[in-house]
């Protein structure tokens, strides 16, 4: 009879056990917004993923009231219109995200400037009426364009009189960063975030297989391949974001060459970085598309730290030999090609 009754408490703990062992799998939450002039999606797993949301939320509202060039109220805005000859006091994170600017512009030697600003404003890339401007206006203007003339000292920023900075080409990395921190913070495990082409992954897929994020094809519908991530950010630039197209047909890009103020004009179609950090990989993606595919190469072995995958007119796909490992092409009309350190 004991023996018995011992068998049946020893079943009963076992089922408890088993029960403890079968998890739920995680519930889907998922959020979209209109910030950054970008549509937005985070989509977080688990019970922490509501509250984490809109934390997020908050955290994106945050930094668009800093970064925004054209809402009067903003940080950058009361920096590109300073009466006082040019010195301004903004938030750690606005003198951070200049800094690194700042430094990504060194490294690529001017190809990302955060001082483009005023030839933006020229082409009316930052208002709707988008049209060529006349040369002399554009060489005018490019004697502003220069960020070695910025300089930050811990919450003080220093412009040359009618120097104007632009942090759209860092802004929604950095603010893809500061959300996967949130996440994290939260204890979620599982999350993808989209800011507007910048992809953003904390951990795996709940079901703990990498994140497939799918490489839009520059000139087409669909994709042309899918890289697999986790714990990663993957940011593309190119031209397909943002353009008008003038009377001739001819298609004007959002991404400025500051070496003569024109949308740039070279063999890549679009440009994706791959590293864990989300602010160098959306510096990156807009140097390497300004710099071109050798420079970028070069670019890529002196630095490190990411990996890349090129989209060029010519039917190439280029990789670094990193991305290549998670990268798998499915557009049987383009050839892969993978560089090597
Ligand atoms: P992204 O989509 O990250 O490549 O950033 C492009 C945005 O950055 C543009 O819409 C402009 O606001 C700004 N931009 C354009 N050209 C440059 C450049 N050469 N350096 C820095 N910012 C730029
Ligand atoms: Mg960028």
């Not at 999350?191 to 994020?213: C, E, H, Q």
């Amino acid at each position: 009879m004991r023996k018995a009754l011992l068998v049946i408490i020893t079943a009963v703990c076992m089922l408890f056990t088993a029960c403890e062992n079968i998890s739920e799998p995680a519930e889907e939450h998922s959020k979209d917004w209109f910030a950054m002039d970008t549509f937005m999606n985070v989509t977080a797993y688990g019970d922490n993923a509501p509250g984490a949301l809109e934390e997020v939320w908050s955290k994106i509202s945050e930094l668009e009231d800093m970064w925004s060039v054209t809402d009067e109220k903003s940080e950058l805005y009361a920096l590109n219109n300073l009466k006082n000859g040019g010195t301004g006091a903004v938030s750690t994170e606005t003198a951070e995200l200049i800094s690194f600017a700042l430094e990504i512009a060194e490294r690529s030697g001017g190809a990302l400037d955060p001082t483009i600003y005023p030839v933006l404003t020229a082409w009316g890339f930052t208002t709707e009426e988008k049209h060529v401007p006349p040369p002399d206006e554009l060489s005018q203007l490019l004697e502003l364009v220069d960020y070695r003339a910025v300089s930050v000292s811990e919450n003080t920023v220093t412009l040359r009189d009618g120097m104007m900075l632009d942090l759209g080409a860092v802004a929604k990395g950095a603010a893809s960063d500061a959300a996967a921190d949130i996440l994290r913070k939260h204890g979620v495990k599982s999350a993808l975030l989209n800011f507007g082409g910048s992809i953003m992954t904390v951990g795996t897929k709940p079901d703990g297989t990498d994140w497939r994020i799918g490489i839009k094809n520059p000139v087409g519908d669909g994709n042309i391949g899918v890289l697999t991530l986790s714990d990663c950010a993957a940011v593309t630039s190119g031209m397909y974001e943002r353009y008008f197209i003038d009377e001739n047909g001819t298609l004007y890009g959002h991404i400025i060459d500051p070496k003569n103020g024109y949308p740039v004009n070279n063999e890549l179609l679009s440009a994706t970085i791959i590293a864990p950090e989300g602010r160098l990989c959306d510096a990156l993606s807009t140097a390497v598309f300004v710099m071109g595919t050798e420079r970028a190469e070069t670019l890529w072995r002196e630095m490190g730290k990411f990996d890349m995958l090129l989209v060029t007119n010519s039917g190439e796909v280029i990789v670094t030999e990193g991305a290549a490992e998670r990268f798998t092409l499915t557009d049987s009309g383009k050839t892969l090609k993978v560089i090597k350190k």
